[in-house]
């Protein structure tokens, strides 16, 4: 059975400083207390300890299926840990679109485990106007955006306005994004991103009992948002 933790502000610090792997988690390795664990991360803040479920480091897309359903159903049941965890030396798994790069300057290296396919179809291009994007998150305030100017840190997911209707509930949002939720993504955040952003698109692949078929969205850079006054929509409901 997995352990859930909170984590400790220097750790969530250095996890904001990392992309994202999905929308609104982190598959992460790391040192603690001298021990190399495997994380999943939720809003860079909880960590559930998968280190014992021997996930495959197969790229075969079974093995990795098949990772990521047993991830979901073990944090499930996982019991809650007391106080605050400490992890170093962490590395974040590659972000699910690939090919626009890492974050920043940080060079992920990659938990060895898979837990979910690549995007397909994937293309990066830089906006030719300003244009809305909008993201869900089981939780809020979420750390990746700026709860005063909705501004999003470098290595954050989003979908896109055109996609963002086929996702009307919160467990609609883990449905077409494939998230390892085990509750419903829904939070709604909205940004419009200015003339020449770099983005990245691609196709949600199954994961983690999820179905996918949705559009991702992956902002390389920090992005800031054109709203002035930023729009904050109300919670989606959850079914």
């Given amino acids: ?18 992309p994202e792997t999905g929308m609104g988690f982190q598959f992460v390795e790391g040192l603690v207390n001298g021990a190399r664990k495997q994380l999943l991360i939720f809003n860079a803040e909880i960590a559930y300890d998968v280190s ?42 590659s972000p699910r679109v690939l090919g626009g790069g890492p974050a920043g300057h940080h060079t992920p290296l990659g938990p060895s485990a898979k837990l979910a396919l690549p995007s397909s179809l994937v293309k990066s291009y830089s906006l030719a106007a300003s244009r809305q994007f909008h993201r869900f998150s089981a939780l809020n305030p979420d750390k990746r955006v700026n709860t005063t100017t909705g501004d999003f840190l470098a290595g954050t997911y989003a979908t896109t306005h055109s996609d963002f209707p086929f996702a009307p509930s919160g467990f609609a949002a883990v ?41 991702e969205v992956l902002f390389v850079s920090a992005v800031k948002n054109s709203q002035h006054p930023p729009i904050w929509p109300p919670p989606l409901g959850d079914d």
């Avoid at 952003?197 to 559009?215: E, K, M, S």
Wanted: glycine share 10%.
């Fill in 1 to 18: 059975m997995s352990q859930c933790w909170m984590l400790s502000s220097e750790t969530v610090r250095k996890l904001l400083e990392l």
């Fill in 175 to 215: 449905g077409r994004y494939a998230l390892p939720n085990i509750l419903p993504a829904s939070y709604h955040f909205q940004i419009e991103a200015p003339l020449g952003t770099q983005v990245t698109f691609g196709t949600v692949a199954p994961a983690y009992g999820q179905a996918g078929g949705g559009v």
């Fill in 52 to 93: 014992d479920l021997q996930l495959s480091d197969s790229d075969e897309p079974a093995a990795i299926l098949l990772n990521g359903t047993r991830v979901v159903q073990d944090i499930a049941g996982a019991q809650v840990m007391q106080g605050n965890l400490s992890v170093s030396s962490l590395t974040v798994a």
